[in-house]
């Protein structure tokens, strides 16, 4: 199992037990009484997230159809794809449109944090072939075109375009980090109080300007 926390204390909601330990005859009892699929823990988890985190891909089917939020994100910004390390449940919650190169408040990807949890190597190399795809799917929509880079079809032109991908890779990672950064610096000062610094700066800007 690869499970980023504790467990053990979901008894206060009975869907989350329930999903946590696989039991797929109670999760679908509690559903069709009436239980919200997207019922959260203290620690912002949904269902999806425990069942994910545990390898409970019929859980994860169940909850999908009973209109689980698959694209919730928990305190932390993980996704339910940022706690797999399974790799049928990986398949499972990218064909539902889970994307593999999101960024958490960390600004981790699934594959960053599979990596650090020392997840088995085959799900490593499928969600390293998921990023490529993506990666590739990114550059035909409007990035860089790789296919026009093709002047000879050499040793040095495999460099240039492997380059290329570990760049534009790299420049999501940086746009990541600071989007990170900016969220925890509002966090941590206020919304209010770095709206009145914007506000500072813009002015004393102006002062400047007219001082010359």
């Known amino acids: 199992?690869?499970?980023?926390?504790?467990?053990?204390?979901?008894?206060?909601?009975?869907?989350?037990?329930?999903?946590?330990?696989?039991?797929?005859?109670?999760?679908?009892?509690?559903l069709h009484a009436g239980w919200d699929a997207n019922v959260r823990d203290h620690r912002g988890r949904t269902a999806l997230h425990l069942a994910t985190a545990h390898g409970h891909l019929e859980i994860c089917r169940l909850l999908h159809k009973f209109g689980a939020d698959m694209q919730a994100t928990d305190c932390q910004g993980n996704t339910a794809l940022h706690q797999c390390g399974h790799m049928n449940i990986v398949q499972f919650l990218v064909s539902s449109g889970l994307s593999v190169d999101i960024c958490n408040h960390k600004g981790a990807t699934p594959l960053v944090l599979a990596?650090?949890?020392?997840?088995?190597?085959d799900t490593i190399n499928f969600?390293?072939?998921?990023?490529?795809?993506?990666?590739?799917?990114?550059?035909?929509?409007?990035?860089?075109?790789?296919?026009?880079?093709?002047?000879?079809?050499?040793?040095?032109?495999?460099?240039?375009?492997?380059?290329?991908?570990h760049s534009q890779r790299s420049n999501r990672e940086v746009l990541c980090s600071l989007r990170t950064t900016w969220h925890d610096f509002v966090e941590d000062l206020g919304f209010w109080r770095v709206l009145m610094l914007l506000v500072m700066i813009a002015l004393l800007s102006l002062e400047h300007r007219k001082g010359r």
Request: net charge negative; charged share 30%; aromatic share 6%.
């Open 1 to 30: 199992m690869y499970v980023l926390v504790d467990d053990s204390s979901q008894s206060g909601e009975p869907l989350l037990q329930a999903c946590a330990d696989g039991n797929v005859v109670h999760a679908k009892r509690l």
């Open 115 to 121: 990596r650090r949890r020392g997840v088995n190597k």
């Open 127 to 165: 969600l390293e072939y998921l990023e490529e795809q993506e990666l590739k799917t990114f550059n035909h929509a409007g990035g860089l075109k790789l296919d026009t880079l093709h002047t000879f079809e050499d040793d040095s032109s495999t460099e240039r375009r492997s380059f290329l991908r």
